[in-house]
């Protein structure tokens, strides 16, 4: 049996590890992994395959940033010809990336059975770009995993037989279960201080935080090397619907700036998307020179779980980290009107408060989470075995 698994993006990358893995018990298998090159910097990529073991691709399609039309367009001829080489039995694609939906289309069109991992989650948001790709890609998909009975409930409603959905669990929690123990060993101020955007500006800040005496420390600056004393706040944001406009970014900007640094240090991993936006917007030598908001580069896997367990409060976007945030117990601000993954929100036993842009409502969670205690939540099937139960049921069909 060939299988042909397609990754693009880096919240696909903790996703293929295990799913990688597990193919391998199966001598009978041959797997090609084709990464379509969507994301293709250092950060955004290869430091995850390394990181995480994955293998290196087999092919890469280096399709590179676009429009998403470009995207797309790009993956899907250049995917095509893979397959008319390759002619695979399945054909696999995981989450909902750009990746994810060019791939799945390419392979029906070719005749090849696709399997789609993270399959049925909705946010009936059709703005966000990731909502077409899930849509397009479970229609198509032959078989459908699952990770939550919401998922299943989202697929029946829409009409997917039954013998097409498997609810199989988190493929993203067999990663985090993997990897959490590597990660909790790593040093957070480490963390920080390598990764830091302006490592000139945070030298000296450092610097100068050393040479004031204890009596004085409470009027300090805080320092890098001070974080896990301290409490911090994690923060991620590069959704389009977060960054892009400025009436959105630059009034959220100022309640990060002018009330939350003043409390908390904010390390905020920082998209590249988001930098481009904070400059456009004239806010990034406000945001640099800030001594609170501590600025690193895209972190890798090990380092990001590292921070989101020390965290007292995540502020993010990103789907992947309000469930790692609901395994962790980090309370989580999610800054988005609606999610695919009502199953991390507190009102269901997570930890994610679905907050918007709205400055008003982040400060109102912001208020009532910021001294929370942690509470870890583990949905049903989170067990660390979900690309187990995958590679059986597609090695079986
Ligand atoms: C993509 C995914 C999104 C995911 C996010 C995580 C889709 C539709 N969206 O969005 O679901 O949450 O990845 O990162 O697939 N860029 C770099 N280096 C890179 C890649 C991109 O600098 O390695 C820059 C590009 O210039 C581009 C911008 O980042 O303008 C956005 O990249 P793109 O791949 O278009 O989408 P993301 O916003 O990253």
């Given at each position: 049996?060939?299988?042909?698994?397609?990754?693009?993006?880096?919240?696909?990358?903790?996703?293929?590890?295990?799913?990688?893995?597990?193919?391998?018990?199966?001598?009978?298998?041959?797997?090609?992994?084709?990464?379509?090159?969507?994301?293709?910097?250092?950060?955004?990529?290869?430091?995850?395959?390394?990181?995480?073991?994955?293998?290196?691709?087999?092919?890469?399609?280096?399709?590179?940033?676009?429009?998403?039309?470009?995207?797309?367009?790009?993956?899907?001829?250049?995917?095509?010809?893979?397959?008319?080489?390759?002619?695979?039995?399945?054909?696999?694609?995981?989450?909902?990336?750009?990746?994810?939906?060019?791939?799945?289309?390419?392979?029906?069109?070719?005749?090849?059975?696709?399997?789609?991992?993270?399959?049925?989650?909705?946010?009936?948001?059709?703005?966000?770009p990731e909502e077409v790709n899930r849509l397009v890609t479970d229609r198509l998909s032959d078989l459908l995993f699952t990770p939550d009975r919401l998922s299943?409930?989202?697929?029946?409603?829409?009409?997917?037989?039954?013998?097409?959905?498997?609810?199989?669990?988190?493929?993203?929690?067999?990663?985090?279960?993997?990897?959490?123990?590597?990660?909790?060993?790593?040093?957070?101020?480490?963390?920080?201080?390598?990764?830091?955007?302006?490592?000139?500006?945070?030298?000296?800040?450092?610097?100068?935080?050393?040479?004031?005496?204890?009596?004085?420390?409470?009027?300090?600056?805080?320092?890098?090397?001070?974080?896990?004393?301290?409490?911090?706040?994690?923060?991620?944001?590069?959704?389009?619907?977060?960054?892009?406009?400025?009436?959105?970014?630059?009034?959220?900007?100022?309640?990060?700036?002018?009330?939350?640094?003043?409390?908390?240090?904010?390390?905020?991993?920082?998209?590249?998307?988001?930098?481009?936006?904070?400059?456009e917007f004239g806010l990034w030598e406000e945001v640099v020179s800030n001594p609170n908001m501590i600025l690193v580069k895209p972190l890798g896997y090990h380092?990001?779980?590292?921070?989101?367990?020390?965290?007292?409060?995540?502020?993010?976007?990103?789907?992947?980290?309000?469930?790692?945030?609901?395994?962790?117990?980090?309370?989580?601000?999610?800054?988005?009107?609606?999610?695919?993954?009502?199953?991390?929100?507190?009102?269901?036993?997570?930890?994610?408060?679905?907050?918007?842009?709205?400055?008003?409502?982040?400060?109102?969670?912001?208020?009532?989470?910021?001294?929370?205690?942690?509470?870890?939540?583990?949905?049903?099937?989170?067990?660390?075995?979900?690309?187990?139960?995958?590679?059986?049921?597609?090695?079986?069909?």
């Amino acid at each position: 049996m060939k299988i042909v698994s397609v990754v693009g993006a880096r919240p696909n990358f903790m996703k293929v590890a295990p799913f990688c893995r597990a193919l391998k018990t199966y001598p009978e298998v041959r797997h090609v992994l084709v990464h379509t090159g969507q994301h293709y910097d250092v950060r955004m990529s290869e430091q995850f395959f390394k990181e995480l073991g994955i293998p290196n691709p087999d092919i890469n399609l280096e399709i590179g940033s676009g429009s998403h039309a470009e995207q797309v367009g790009r993956t899907m001829m250049a995917f095509e010809r893979v397959l008319r080489e390759e002619r695979p039995d399945w054909v696999v694609v995981l989450g909902d990336v750009n990746a994810t939906c060019a791939c799945s289309i390419t392979a029906k069109k070719e005749h090849i059975k696709c399997a789609h991992i993270e399959a049925g989650l909705r946010s009936r948001d059709m703005d966000m770009p990731e909502e077409v790709n899930r849509l397009v890609t479970d229609r198509l998909s032959d078989l459908l995993f699952t990770p939550d009975r919401l998922s299943n409930a989202n697929l029946k409603a829409e009409g997917v037989p039954d013998d097409k959905i498997k609810f199989v669990g988190n493929i993203m929690i067999d990663t985090l279960e993997r990897e959490r123990e590597k990660a909790a060993a790593l040093d957070i101020n480490s963390i920080v201080r390598e990764n830091a955007i302006d490592s000139n500006a945070e030298k000296q800040r450092c610097g100068e935080a050393e040479n004031y005496s204890k009596e004085n420390s409470a009027a300090l600056p805080f320092c890098h090397s001070e974080l896990g004393n301290q409490g911090y706040i994690a923060m991620t944001m590069h959704r389009p619907s977060n960054v892009d406009q400025r009436e959105t970014l630059v009034p959220a900007m100022r309640f990060f700036l002018d009330e939350v640094s003043k409390e908390y240090p904010i390390v905020w991993a920082i998209h590249p998307r988001a930098q481009k936006m904070l400059k456009e917007f004239g806010l990034w030598e406000e945001v640099v020179s800030n001594p609170n908001m501590i600025l690193v580069k895209p972190l890798g896997y090990h380092a990001m779980l590292r921070l989101n367990m020390g965290a007292r409060l995540f502020m993010t976007d990103s789907g992947g980290l309000q469930e790692e945030c609901c395994v962790l117990g980090t309370p989580c601000l999610t800054m988005r009107w609606n999610t695919e993954r009502p199953i991390t929100l507190m009102e269901n036993g997570g930890a994610s408060i679905l907050v918007g842009n709205a400055v008003e409502k982040i400060r109102d969670a912001y208020h009532s989470q910021i001294n929370a205690p942690r509470h870890a939540m583990r949905p049903e099937l989170w067990d660390g075995h979900t690309a187990e139960r995958i590679a059986e049921v597609i090695v079986n069909h």
